[in-house]
């Protein structure tokens, strides 16, 4: 219950957490695929060498930068932050092809995906759902309890944004960003947006397991035993929370994935 509880809560607020500066900054990639007006697969970017580290985005690069833009229509656009509130810096508007991000570049997305405003008050309202479930007995009630859950559930969140969107992926050279489909039936859209958790391109452009994900979230929960008490450091306890972590990434790509509509045909508004 706990588990659903949070998730349940979460989504709206969430580690939907992810690109204020990406969509703008990603340069187009020239390739066949873009030449010909053609691509098979939407979470998959152009296959083209990172960009020059010594050439950030937002430069001379700029202009190129606005007409890619202009060329997603405004109701399949993913904005740098939804509601204006809710940070979006992982998200890459359908049919942009920007290049692969850079391990500066990754670095900066984990660090804004960490230390916003919103990540604040998400680990606030996570720490008091865990502690009003007594999901840690061990660590307490009241402010001294809460303050026990928050910064652990503080460390939990940054720890796993390091691995997952900058540290694993330089490794293992994957883009770890979020490519939106934006066009075919709800369940195809839904499902594509939640196996991006297993499924992610490299910096060629051909899928591949997306292992920065699947090791990043246990490296997190195996790190997070040298903090929490000796009762969560069991491997049902560590089951539990890989798997809340990973459903979560998978619901926030489902919410993201559905953002520009729920924007333009519900409210009425730009995403």
């Known amino acids: 219950m706990h588990l659903l509880a949070c998730i349940a809560l979460i989504l709206p607020i969430t580690e939907a957490l992810t690109q204020r500066d ?9 390739s066949e695929s873009a030449e010909s007006g053609v691509r098979d ?24 930068q606005s007409a890619a833009q202009s060329t997603v229509p405004t109701s399949k656009q993913q904005p740098k932050r939804i509601l204006g509130i809710m940070p979006n810096y ?9 290049p692969p991000p850079t391990p500066k570049q990754a670095f900066k997305i984990a660090t804004q995906n960490s230390f916003d405003y919103s990540s604040f008050v998400f680990v606030g309202i996570t720490s008091l759902l865990a502690e009003a479930t007594d999901a840690h007995p061990q660590l307490g009630h009241g402010i001294g309890g809460y303050g026990q859950y928050y910064w652990r559930g503080f460390v939990d969140k940054t720890d ?22 934006g066009e075919g039936g709800f369940f195809k859209r839904a ?8 499924i992610t391109p490299d910096y060629h452009g051909h899928n591949t397991i997306n292992a920065s994900e699947i090791l990043g979230r246990a ?5 997070s035993t040298a903090y929490y008490p000796s009762h969560d450091r069991t491997l049902g306890a560590l089951a539990n929370k890989y798997a809340y972590a990973i459903g979560r990434d ?4 489902v919410f993201r994935e559905f953002w520009p509509d729920i924007a333009t045909h519900v409210l009425h508004r730009h995403p």
Do not use: C
């Open 90 to 98: 992982r998200a890459v508007s359908a049919g942009a092809i920007p």
């Open 160 to 181: 796993g944004n390091y691995l997952v969107i900058f540290a694993l992926p330089t490794v293992f050279h994957e883009d770890e960003r979020y490519y939106a489909k």
């Open 250 to 253: 998978a619901l926030t790509n």
């Open 22 to 30: 990406n969509t703008s900054a990603a340069t187009p990639a020239v």
């Open 41 to 64: 697969d939407p979470q998959t970017p152009a296959a083209t060498s990172p960009p020059n580290e010594s050439s950030p985005p937002g430069s001379s690069d700029a202009p190129a």
């Open 219 to 223: 490296m997190a929960q195996g790190i």
């Open 191 to 198: 499902i594509y947006a939640a196996s991006r958790v297993l």
